[in-house]
T-cell receptor
């Protein structure tokens, strides 16, 4: 699985959009981009994933560049409860590997009032 | 609530002892994953089972072992415990169905403290 690079920490004002970048320059054509978050010592929580098209769900939007070498997770209106460590992970299609996720160090997002 | 249940939530024990952590996956999930999270190591993948069989192995020590039972619950056994084994241990489960990019559902973890 390809390696990802994320900034170690970011701040965001409450109510503003939080844009979390991820670099995955060695991503392969069959690898998906997954985002998970972990709120202080709780179990990691799935946010969103995508292959090459932009994706949106009730939690966030995922923007993947055309060359797929980087992506941005967008939390449109960050709240204090969004303070967490956000992990960007790339992984091949679930059906063609074991399904395990390899976590990096992630980005600690601090949402401030 | 992810639907994954882990017990115990907290466990304090002494060096040299043995403990068993238990995980009940979501109903219908065939895969179980174990992760260790210590302060200085982040989330480390330990091992995965699928329908009772070991499927993938990560950075799991020889002192640790796991199994998945016919009812699909899983146990992680940690023996000859050392201070450095103090950590949060997470279990996750997923559906393994061809063609679906499934997500992992994590439990709330078992916090192990070795004194």
């Amino acid at each position: 699985d390809a390696k990802t690079t994320q900034p170690p920490s970011m701040d965001c004002a409450e109510g503003r959009a939080a844009n979390l970048p991820c670099n995955h320059s060695t991503i392969s054509g069959n690898e998906y981009v997954y985002w998970y978050r972990q709120i202080h010592s709780q179990g990691p929580q799935y946010i969103i994933h995508g292959l090459k098209n932009n994706e949106t769900n009730e939690m966030a939007s995922l923007i993947i560049t055309e060359d797929r070498k980087s992506s941005t997770l967008i939390l449109p209106h960050a709240t204090l409860r969004d303070t967490a460590v956000y992990y960007c992970i790339v992984r091949v299609s679930f059906s063609s590997n074991t399904g395990k996720l390899i976590f990096g160090q992630g980005t600690t997002l601090q949402v401030k009032p | 609530d992810s639907g994954v249940t882990q017990t115990p939530k907290h466990l304090i024990t002494a060096t040299g002892q043995r403990v068993t952590l238990r995980c009940s996956p979501r109903s219908g999930d065939l895969s179980v994953y174990w992760y260790q999270q210590s302060l200085d190591q982040g989330l480390q993948f330990l091992i995965q089972y699928y329908n009772g069989e070991e499927r993938a192995k990560g950075n799991i020590l020889e002192r640790f072992s796991a199994q998945q039972f016919p009812d699909l619950h899983s146990e992680l056994n940690l023996s000859s415990l050392e201070l450095g084994d103090s950590a949060l241990y997470f279990c996750a489960s997923s559906v393994r169905t061809s063609g679906i990019t499934g997500e992992l559902f994590f439990g709330e973890g078992s916090r192990l403290t070795v004194l």
